[in-house]
């Protein structure tokens, strides 16, 4: 029981040298108060340069000299004085104020070096039909820092994050890569198109699922969100017709006439309204997917990158 009521003694300050340095040394703000005293010669003039009331600054004072189990001020009508362990203390709190303004200083030259530059890694189709955008309004509110954007399929996107070579990510596929986290931003679907001309592009009857899974495609290479969706949603895929690696060129080959494909709704709006490409229907096949931001597990984005993902959500 002694021992318990010793150890709690010790705690309080006066002598104490057991538990945590942060529970021994008064605050950077108590500091920074009994430097303004010193300064000034007035608690009250003290109080008002920190911006706090003449009775918060007391009780201030009052706390940081029972933690410290000594008197620090004296005070009187015609002002404060320091005692002579006050101008002790004072002398070691210049040197901890001035040790926390160079940390401070330091965390902002980090901060600032973060913020000048944003790395970003999307896959094909929302590096092509949705950053853009995004890039757009990020650089109204920080035009000051640049951007850099390395397009590939989702698998690249998850290396160039893993290795520290992008601050945020961009995939489509149907589950977050491996040691990543995510939050999903926008739905998007798969479609089936082809050329006008094409022999699909003539068809009143919609296509079943095993006539698509069965019909060599012009397709994304493997590693692509939207290969991903197309194999899993049909159980396997036909050897491609042409396997190409991004969405305009595979545009471009379907509209050519060279065969079908499967492409993201976003990718082909333009090509439907002009009727270079035609809608192919199809049944019994749900061909959806989440958009997903995505960054190195436990890392949450910070300045620019997460000021870019609160845009993909507007």
């Not at 000034?40 to 920190?50: H, P, T």
């Not at 201030?60 to 404060?80: C, H, K, N, Y």
């Not at 017709?241 to 494909?261: D, F, H, R």
Request: hydrophobic share 45%; charged share 25%.
């Amino acid at each position: 029981m002694s021992s318990r009521a010793d150890g709690e003694r010790g705690g309080d300050g006066a002598g104490g040298g057991a538990g945590s340095i942060a529970h021994r040394v008064p605050d950077l703000g108590a500091l920074e108060l009994l430097l303004a005293v010193a300064r000034l010669g007035s608690l009250g003039a003290a109080a008002r340069e920190l911006g706090i009331t003449q009775p918060a600054a007391s009780s201030r004072i009052r706390s940081m000299e029972r933690q410290l189990g000594v008197a620090l001020v004296d005070r009187s009508p015609r002002g404060s004085r320091l005692t002579d362990a006050g101008a002790l203390v004072t002398d070691w709190a210049r040197r901890i104020v001035e040790a926390a303004e160079a940390f401070d200083a330091g965390a902002q030259a980090l901060r600032d070096r973060r913020d000048s530059r944003l790395r970003v890694a999307a896959s094909m189709t929302i590096a092509e039909y949705l950053l853009p955008g995004w890039l757009l309004a990020l650089r109204a509110q920080r035009p000051d820092t640049a951007v850099s954007l390395h397009a590939g399929n989702s698998a690249a996107v998850a290396e160039r994050l893993l290795s520290g070579e992008a601050d945020l990510g961009f995939v489509e596929g149907l589950s977050v890569p491996s040691g990543l986290d995510s939050a999903v931003i926008a739905h998007d679907r798969l479609i089936v198109v082809a050329a006008p001309a094409h022999p699909w592009g003539r068809r009143r009857r919609a296509l079943s699922a095993q006539e698509l899974a069965s019909t060599p495609l012009i397709l994304r290479e493997k590693g692509s969100g939207t290969r991903q969706v197309l194999d899993a949603a049909l159980g396997g895929l036909a050897r491609p017709l042409i396997e190409l690696s991004s969405t305009t060129a595979v545009k471009a080959a379907a509209v050519s006439g060279a065969g079908p494909a499967v492409l993201s709704e976003l990718a082909v709006g333009e090509e439907l309204g002009t009727r270079r490409l035609v809608r192919v229907p199809v049944e019994g096949v749900l061909l959806a997917r989440d958009l997903r931001a995505v960054w190195p597990a436990g890392h949450r984005p910070t300045g620019p990158a997460r000021e870019l993902l609160s845009l993909t959500r507007g």
